[in-house]
């Protein structure tokens, strides 16, 4: 990969300083330790702005590993010390990281994509199943103690197998989860993208070169795009408008690409059967809308988040920072 911008590597003699801002599983705190002088914020929570600049002041570190909830914005960016040479980010997404400010101050961002592609795919059927057979009312009916008994017309969801699966942003993400549910449940699969891909990538899946025209044809809707200025607020009222009556949304991606009121009233007339949502807008609050809805499957953002992949993940970023110390090349760096 092509990267501009001044290059900051330097020689360091002892261990790289790192500051990390949540703390990792187990196997990872360890090979940190080991190989860094490391700074692991303490708390269980996301640092304010202040805190993290705080943090980086105090340490002036050589690497941060940040989580997909630390804004680091261009402001944060420019208030950096001039000892950052790495920004490793714990997430596929990029979109709160400022890659322009990052550059221009010589910083090298890495991420970890592919990965978690089967954890997120996962999830993404989950949803998918959960939304379709009701999952949140059949929950309920156990914990409120208000099932009667078996009854054929109760809970009647939607068929999955041989529906069609819509998916928004066929990158290695949106692929697997549409290998997944043509595997498992027959689903035709139709996609938009910004581009077309390849036949033998495309592996039968019918390309809209609109999003207005696979929506038309998503009976489940999968939301898989990055959240880009392109992208934001996507599912608005206008275009949920254009999903078959009875569609199911799901949204894996950002909750930036949806229009919560929008879909909030698309869930209550009925015209979108229901939801599954992994990923919110302002997380961790949310739309208080979506808590009255029965006919939503609400995750707290929990794509990647299987031990062993969140392991390969750190491990990933942790080697890419020694390879990027070192003064190599990486396939994972963004700039
Ligand atoms: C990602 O990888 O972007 C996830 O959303 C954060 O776990």
Known sequence: MQVKGRDKRVHMPSKPRMIVTRGLPGALMERIATQFDAWVNPEDRTLSAEELQRAVAAHRPEVMLVMA???????????????????????????????????????????????????????????????????????????????????????LGRDVTGARLGVLGMGRIGRTIARRAAAAFDMPVHYHNRSRLAPEIEAGAQYHPTAEGLLAESDFLVLAAPSTPATRGFLNAERLALLPPGAIVVNIARGDLVDDDALIAALRSGHVAAAGLDVFNGEPEIHPGYRDLPNVFLQPHQGSSTIGTRVRMGQMLLESVATHLAGGTLPNRLV
């Open 69 to 155: 909830m630390d804004r680091i914005d261009a402001a944060c960016i420019a208030a950096l010390p001039d000892a950052v040479q790495v920004l490793a980010t714990l997430s596929v997404g990029h979109d709160h990281i400022d890659l322009a400010a990052a550059r221009d101050r010589g910083i090298a961002v890495i991420h970890t994509p592919d990965i978690l592609s089967d954890a997120v795919s996962e999830i993404a059927i989950l949803l998918m199943l959960c939304a379709a057979r009701r999952a949140q009312e059949g929950e309920r009916m156990i914990y409120d103690r208000t099932w009667a008994g078996w009854s054929p017309t109760q809970l």
